[in-house]
Protein backbone atom coordinates (compact mmCIF):
# COMPACT_ATOMS: atom_id res chain seq x y z
CA UNK A 1 0.00 0.00 0.00
CA UNK A 2 1.35 3.41 -0.83
CA UNK A 3 1.45 5.72 1.77
CA UNK A 4 -0.49 8.75 1.61
CA UNK A 5 2.11 11.28 2.52
CA UNK A 6 4.82 9.81 0.35
CA UNK A 7 2.61 10.76 -2.45
CA UNK A 8 1.79 14.67 -1.27
CA UNK A 9 5.48 14.98 -0.59
CA UNK A 10 6.36 14.03 -3.95
CA UNK A 11 3.65 15.65 -5.74
CA UNK A 12 3.50 18.95 -3.49
CA UNK A 13 6.71 20.82 -4.75
CA UNK A 14 5.52 20.76 -8.65
CA UNK A 15 1.56 21.26 -7.32
CA UNK A 16 3.02 24.43 -5.77
CA UNK A 17 5.37 25.42 -9.06
CA UNK A 18 1.79 24.82 -11.17
CA UNK A 19 -0.01 27.49 -8.97
CA UNK A 20 2.35 29.92 -9.38
CA UNK A 21 2.91 29.96 -13.04
CA UNK A 22 -0.87 29.91 -13.03
CA UNK A 23 -0.81 33.70 -11.34
CA UNK A 24 2.24 34.69 -13.89
CA UNK A 25 0.27 33.35 -16.65
CA UNK A 26 -3.65 34.97 -15.28
CA UNK A 27 -0.90 38.49 -15.51
CA UNK A 28 0.54 37.96 -18.88
CA UNK A 29 -2.91 37.31 -20.60
CA UNK A 30 -4.74 40.31 -19.12
CA UNK A 31 -1.70 42.43 -20.60
CA UNK A 32 -1.81 40.43 -23.97
CA UNK A 33 -5.89 41.15 -23.94
CA UNK A 34 -5.11 44.68 -23.39
CA UNK A 35 -2.39 44.86 -25.96
CA UNK A 36 -4.76 43.21 -28.84
CA UNK A 37 -7.48 45.46 -27.52
CA UNK A 38 -4.99 48.32 -27.80
CA UNK A 39 -4.52 47.35 -31.78
CA UNK A 40 -7.74 47.18 -32.76
CA UNK A 41 -8.63 50.43 -31.34
CA UNK A 42 -5.51 52.20 -33.23
CA UNK A 43 -6.45 50.14 -36.41
CA UNK A 44 -9.57 51.49 -35.80
CA UNK A 45 -8.27 55.05 -35.64
CA UNK A 46 -5.91 54.68 -38.88
CA UNK A 47 -9.06 53.75 -40.69
CA UNK A 48 -10.47 56.43 -39.94
CA UNK A 49 -8.00 59.16 -40.89
CA UNK A 50 -7.14 57.13 -44.28
CA UNK A 51 -6.07 57.73 -47.25
CA UNK A 52 -3.64 60.02 -45.01
CA UNK A 53 -0.85 58.20 -43.05
CA UNK A 54 0.40 59.17 -39.82
CA UNK A 55 3.67 57.84 -38.89
CA UNK A 56 3.51 57.98 -35.23
CA UNK A 57 0.04 56.23 -35.56
CA UNK A 58 1.31 53.29 -37.64
CA UNK A 59 4.66 53.04 -35.83
CA UNK A 60 2.28 53.23 -31.96
CA UNK A 61 0.37 50.06 -33.80
CA UNK A 62 3.90 48.41 -34.74
CA UNK A 63 5.31 48.53 -31.00
CA UNK A 64 2.09 47.03 -29.77
CA UNK A 65 1.74 44.51 -32.32
CA UNK A 66 5.45 43.41 -31.65
CA UNK A 67 4.92 43.80 -27.39
CA UNK A 68 1.59 41.27 -28.00
CA UNK A 69 3.97 38.56 -30.27
CA UNK A 70 6.39 38.86 -26.95
CA UNK A 71 3.41 38.01 -24.53
CA UNK A 72 2.30 35.30 -26.69
CA UNK A 73 5.37 33.76 -26.79
CA UNK A 74 5.60 34.05 -22.90
CA UNK A 75 2.35 32.65 -22.57
CA UNK A 76 3.23 30.07 -24.51
CA UNK A 77 5.99 29.05 -22.55
CA UNK A 78 4.87 29.43 -19.40
CA UNK A 79 1.89 26.76 -20.55
CA UNK A 80 4.74 24.59 -21.39
CA UNK A 81 6.58 24.66 -17.95
CA UNK A 82 2.96 23.85 -16.22
CA UNK A 83 3.07 21.06 -18.34
CA UNK A 84 6.26 19.51 -17.75
CA UNK A 85 5.69 20.06 -14.03
CA UNK A 86 2.18 18.72 -14.44
CA UNK A 87 3.79 15.39 -16.21
CA UNK A 88 6.84 15.10 -12.73
CA UNK A 89 3.58 14.74 -10.76
CA UNK A 90 2.04 12.35 -12.93
CA UNK A 91 5.49 10.58 -12.93
CA UNK A 92 5.76 10.67 -8.90
CA UNK A 93 2.04 9.46 -8.46
CA UNK A 94 2.73 6.46 -10.98
CA UNK A 95 6.76 5.85 -8.78
CA UNK A 96 4.45 5.72 -5.70
CA UNK A 97 1.62 3.36 -7.39
CA UNK A 98 4.69 0.84 -8.93
CA UNK A 99 7.52 1.68 -6.58
CA UNK A 100 9.90 2.34 -9.63
CA UNK A 101 12.50 4.82 -9.24
CA UNK A 102 12.04 7.17 -11.49
CA UNK A 103 14.03 9.95 -10.45
CA UNK A 104 15.69 11.10 -13.20
CA UNK A 105 12.95 11.02 -15.52
CA UNK A 106 11.36 13.97 -12.86
CA UNK A 107 14.31 15.52 -12.51
CA UNK A 108 14.33 16.20 -16.11
CA UNK A 109 10.70 17.32 -16.22
CA UNK A 110 11.56 19.48 -13.41
CA UNK A 111 14.47 21.07 -15.47
CA UNK A 112 12.39 21.04 -18.09
CA UNK A 113 9.91 23.53 -16.74
CA UNK A 114 12.22 25.55 -14.85
CA UNK A 115 13.81 26.30 -18.20
CA UNK A 116 10.22 27.32 -19.73
CA UNK A 117 9.80 29.31 -16.67
CA UNK A 118 13.08 31.02 -17.59
CA UNK A 119 12.61 31.34 -21.14
CA UNK A 120 8.64 32.65 -19.98
CA UNK A 121 10.18 35.53 -17.80
CA UNK A 122 12.74 36.69 -20.84
CA UNK A 123 9.71 37.04 -22.70
CA UNK A 124 8.03 38.57 -20.52
CA UNK A 125 10.79 41.30 -19.26
CA UNK A 126 11.24 41.99 -23.25
CA UNK A 127 7.90 42.82 -22.94
CA UNK A 128 8.04 45.28 -20.33
CA UNK A 129 10.81 46.65 -21.43
CA UNK A 130 9.27 47.52 -24.99
CA UNK A 131 6.38 48.44 -23.05
CA UNK A 132 7.89 51.28 -21.32
CA UNK A 133 9.84 52.43 -24.66
CA UNK A 134 6.39 52.80 -25.84
CA UNK A 135 5.17 54.36 -23.05
CA UNK A 136 8.42 56.95 -23.42
CA UNK A 137 7.61 57.96 -27.01
CA UNK A 138 4.27 58.40 -26.50
CA UNK A 139 5.08 60.80 -23.49
CA UNK A 140 7.92 63.12 -25.71
CA UNK A 141 5.51 62.92 -28.60
Do not use: W
Not at 3 to 20: D, F, K, N, V, W
Not at 92 to 103: A, M, R
Request: glycine fraction near 4%.
Amino acid sequence: MVEYHQMLTTALPPITLISGVGLLLLAMTARYNHSTNRVRQLLRERNAIAPREDKDLNHAIELIFERAALLRKSILTVVLSATFSGLQVLTGIIECFLSLNLDPIKLGFLLISIGFLLASTIYFVKEVSLSTKAIGLSVHH
